[in-house]
């Protein structure tokens, strides 16, 4: 869902350009931000473990404005001509024709059909060809030349290419007028040539096929959508078709293959009918319908196969949500890591940590004590957090005030700079992990499904990472502090003063150095085996008018995906 814009700045920023900036600022991924959503159907709000599958509600939300079919024109059948060979075409004036004759007889070349339907064969004379159909063409010349020449002449014809045409498009379509084109061309082309059914106003049910002013066939767009049926008609010169106005239309958006706008032919549609047309996922277990009907607006909700099996209509206008509202039962949690047995266990829902550890079978490398869990769903909400943060950066760095040239020239170079570094930072993903420390016993933690509980290795490493010349792991001695540890990694990379360190322990939980000696605000603190030591760049406060913001990213990427990012 992310609705991703690139703009290059340069020089100075125009009133137009902020105005646009800041507009398109507060729409993308603003729903996708919200962490709990409540969900009042008829009255009744969900039970607090229900699961309901929003973002596939939310990203199917757009498509549900949009009409079933609406894509079948998009050029393809414009800009592709049928010349196959069609047996029920009828040869029509214009036609061209080739006539091969050997024998007694040689003769190869082509002919065109005259206004009188003939085509005209050297010693033969005429042959009236007008209405005959394509397969039945050579036998048909063939017959003619037959009363000619006795024996020893032999005849193939074939059509070359069928008549010109200029058809007449209208109704409701994008974009009326009178197109050019072959006779053996289908409807498809020439509705294709106009643009298209208009989504708003146009029917895929009800397209007629007019010739002097009589309707001569009717075509259902949907028949050839679904089952790729469609009656081929011959179109001449000066024919029409008419795009009637759309009928009865029911709405379908969440979980199903076919989240558009469905047209029927009659007011009210059975469920089971409408259901056969949309497709719902196998996730989805039932219905919110908002009946748009009269003046006061009425929502039912009601379980899938129970509204089958009850019968329930929709009427015109409804507008149907497909979502999946299932009681959690059991969980699944997958454990990697340094341990023996399975990795997938299956526990029942509200299960803490404390029941899932028994069950697993320990080695003698395991270390229980730095254990990690990663949660998806948490992983999910860092990431949506963070790209909020950073979209928010890139609207105050693209609307950002210049008073002189030379400020302007200096904050486009930094803004290049910033966006630059906002276009890597979108691509981090954070881990989700979860921090297990005092606060709570590591047993009472309530796990997830999906959960990831990763037992690490026994280590004596110490990793180094960041703003290092070598970042590496380096071997664990309780006596360094973290300017000796860097020192084994080869030392700070930019100025030492300037540095912030940022020590994360196994379990999640992080500290952020600021006396190196060993005491961080009167409280001890230690380095520990399987510990990391980052190194945060330095963001300068003068060059970078931006500075506060871009470091706090910074800081959270480091603490959320492990990734030390510098601008």
């Known amino acids: 869902m992310d609705n991703k814009f690139y703009i290059f700045i340069k020089g100075h920023f125009s009133m137009v350009n902020l105005f646009l900036l800041k507009i398109k600022t507060f729409f993308p991924k603003v729903a996708s931000n919200i962490v709990t959503t409540i969900?009042?159907?008829?009255?009744?709000?969900?039970?607090?473990?229900?699961?309901?599958?929003?973002?596939?509600?939310?990203?199917?939300e757009h498509q549900s404005n949009t009409v079933l079919g609406q894509n079948l024109f998009n050029g393809s059948f414009a800009n592709q001509s049928f010349s196959g060979f069609n047996p029920n075409y009828r040869i029509a004036v214009g036609d061209k024709l080739l006539v091969q004759m050997w024998g007694a007889v040689e003769s190869n070349g082509q002919q065109e059909v005259d206004m009188?339907?003939?085509?005209?064969?050297?010693?033969?004379?005429?042959?009236?060809?007008?209405?005959?159909?394509?397969?039945?063409?050579?036998?048909?010349?063939?017959?003619?030349?037959?009363?000619?020449?006795?024996?020893?002449?032999?005849?193939?014809?074939?059509?070359?290419?069928?008549?010109?045409?200029?058809?007449?498009?209208?109704?409701?379509?994008?974009?009326?007028?009178?197109?050019?084109?072959?006779?053996?061309?289908?409807?498809?082309?020439?509705?294709?040539?106009?643009?298209?059914?208009?989504?708003?106003?146009?029917?895929y049910l009800d397209v007629e096929l007019k010739r002097d002013a009589?309707?001569?066939?009717?075509?259902n767009l949907y028949d050839f959508l679904f089952t790729g049926d469609l009656s081929h008609r011959q179109l001449y010169e000066g024919d029409v078709?008419?795009?009637?106005?759309?009928?009865?239309?029911?709405?379908?958006?969440?979980?199903?293959?076919?989240?558009?706008?469905?047209e029927f032919n009659s007011s009210q549609v059975s469920l089971d009918e409408a259901m056969a047309i949309v497709q719902p996922l196998p996730s989805a277990t039932h219905l919110a319908i908002e009946r748009n009907q009269g003046l006061i607006k009425q929502v039912e909700?009601?379980?899938?196969?129970?509204?089958?099996?009850?019968?329930?209509?929709?009427?015109s206008g409804d507008s149907v949500n497909v979502v999946s509202d299932k009681i959690q039962g059991s969980i699944a949690v997958q454990v990697q890591g340094e341990h023996l047995g399975q990795s997938q266990h299956v526990l029942a829902y509200g299960a803490k940590l404390a029941d899932l550890l028994p069950l697993i079978e320990m080695s003698d490398q395991s270390?229980?004590?730095?254990?990690r869990l990663y949660r998806p769903s948490l992983a999910k909400k860092?990431?949506?957090?963070?790209?909020?943060?950073?979209?928010?950066?890139?609207?105050?760095?693209?609307?950002?005030?210049?008073?002189?040239?030379?400020?302007?020239?200096?904050?486009?170079?930094?803004?290049?700079?910033?966006?630059?570094?906002?276009?890597?930072?979108?691509?981090?993903?954070?881990?989700g992990q979860v921090i297990l420390d005092d606060s709570l016993p590591i047993g009472d933690v309530t796990l997830e499904n999906g959960d990831v509980v990763v037992i690490p290795k026994v280590s004596q490493l110490i990793h180094i990472s960041g703003e290092v010349l070598f970042p590496n792991a380096v071997i664990y001695q309780e006596s360094l502090v973290p300017d000796e540890y860097v020192a084994l990694?080869?030392?700070?990379?930019?100025?030492?003063?300037?540095?912030?360190?940022?020590?994360?322990?196994?379990?999640?939980?992080?500290?952020?150095?600021?006396?190196?000696?060993?005491?961080?605000?009167?409280?001890?603190?230690?380095?520990?085996?399987?510990?990391?030591?980052?190194?945060?760049?330095?963001?300068?406060?003068?060059?970078?008018?931006?500075a506060k913001d871009v470091f706090q990213i910074i800081y959270q990427l480091a603490l959320s995906a492990g990734v030390v990012l510098k601008i």
């Open 116 to 203: 009188q339907g003939n085509i005209f064969l050297p010693q033969v004379g005429p042959i009236n060809v007008l209405g005959i159909l394509n397969s039945d063409l050579n036998e048909k010349v063939s017959s003619a030349i037959g009363r000619i020449y006795k024996k020893d002449v032999f005849i193939y014809v074939n059509l070359v290419a069928s008549q010109p045409v200029r058809v007449f498009v209208t109704g409701n379509v994008v974009n009326p007028g009178l197109y050019s084109g072959l006779s053996s061309e289908s409807i498809l082309a020439y509705l294709d040539k106009a643009g298209g059914v208009d989504p708003l106003r146009g029917s």
């Open 382 to 431: 860092q990431r949506e957090t963070m790209l909020t943060t950073l979209e928010i950066l890139q609207s105050q760095v693209l609307s950002a005030r210049s008073e002189t040239v030379e400020e302007a020239n200096l904050r486009s170079t930094e803004a290049n700079l910033i966006l630059q570094f906002i276009e890597r930072a979108k691509k981090i993903s954070p881990k």
């Open 301 to 315: 909700y009601i379980e899938i196969a129970k509204a089958l099996a009850t019968e329930i209509h929709l009427m």
């Open 489 to 546: 990694a080869g030392g700070y990379s930019q100025n030492a003063k300037q540095s912030r360190i940022i020590l994360k322990k196994a379990n999640g939980s992080s500290i952020k150095i600021k006396d190196r000696s060993g005491l961080l605000h009167d409280a001890n603190w230690s380095i520990e085996a399987g510990d990391e030591l980052m190194v945060l760049p330095d963001v300068d406060v003068k060059s970078f008018q931006h």
């Open 241 to 262: 078709i008419v795009v009637n106005s759309r009928q009865h239309v029911v709405s379908f958006s969440g979980l199903v293959e076919n989240p558009f706008q469905v």
């Open 39 to 60: 969900l009042l159907i008829n009255g009744h709000a969900l039970a607090e473990n229900s699961l309901i599958d929003a973002d596939v509600v939310i990203e199917n």
């Open 214 to 219: 009589r309707t001569i066939g009717k075509v």
């Open 367 to 371: 270390q229980l004590s730095a254990a």
